[in-house]
């Protein structure tokens, strides 16, 4: 695991930017990361946008989202953690509250911040 960049405070909060390198590193971000937390990571979300006429369109849409962590999953054999949250930074295709699974595979970086 790659530690990018730390800003810690003793026994109080703080973040660490993280790259995992290895699938074990994805083991070891599982364990790092509890409910409370929040992570910001590079993901992808279908947005629906209605065009003038009235028809519907989807497109997939790459972005920056940071969610309060509600629960992880650890999927050994694809080697992916599943982060579900809220959303608590708004942007124009996703309002602060809604919910959001980010996916955090080797050699994706991400930024966890402890409370």
Known sequence: MKLVRRDLVPNGPG????????????????NLISAGDTVKAATVR??????GSGERKSDRVRLKLEIK???T?????GSVLRIRGKNVLENEHVKIGQFHTLVIEPHRPFLLKKV
């Open 46 to 51: 279908k947005v629906i946008r209605e065009m």
């Open 15 to 30: 973040g660490v930017n993280i790259v995992p390198e290895e699938d074990d590193d994805m083991w070891h971000a599982y």
């Open 73 to 77: 999953d650890y999927d050994k054999e």
């Open 69 to 71: 962590v509600e629960g």
